[in-house]
Every structure is written in C-alpha cells, then in structure tokens.
C-alpha cells in the first residue's frame, strides 16, 4: 500500500522527489504519514479536500482486500 500511495502523490506534485511516505503497522492497522514539498500541498489536499478523501477511499479499499484497517496523514 506504500507504494500505491507514493504512485498516486509523485503523479499529482511537481517535486516528485521530496514525496516520503512512511509506513507503521500495529497488528491489523496501519498508519501512513504522506510527505510533500510545502508548495505541492494544495495539489495533493485539492479544492475542499477532494483529492487527499479520493486518495484516502483508494487506499482503505486496497486495506480492505487485505483485511486491515488504514490511516492515511498528509503532512
């Protein structure tokens, strides 16, 4: 899942090398911390938020094949 998550960040930023993200499992649920450069932040949370909830809804459905429950924090 770290992957899509960096996959679908580097697609959307104009500073796809300073996209980080960071993975914490605890049993079944995960933690994701998505890093981005300060000027690409607006690309990634978009107008209202939709962007940084469909990136969400992407990544809890691929949790959600594998059964576990996922937190994504955009920072």
Do not use: F, H, W, Y
Not at 10 to 37: C, H, I, Y
Not at 44 to 60: E, L, N
């Amino acid at each position: 899942m770290k992957e899509l998550v960096e996959v679908i960040a580097k697609a959307l930023v104009e500073n796809p090398d300073d996209v980080v993200v960071t993975e914490t499992v605890d049993g079944d649920e995960v933690v994701m911390e998505l890093s981005v450069a300060p000027s690409d932040m607006g690309k990634v949370i978009g107008k209202q938020g939709r962007i940084a909830k469909a990136i969400r809804s992407v990544v809890k459905a691929a949790a959600s094949r594998e059964e576990k429950k996922v937190d994504l924090k955009i920072q």
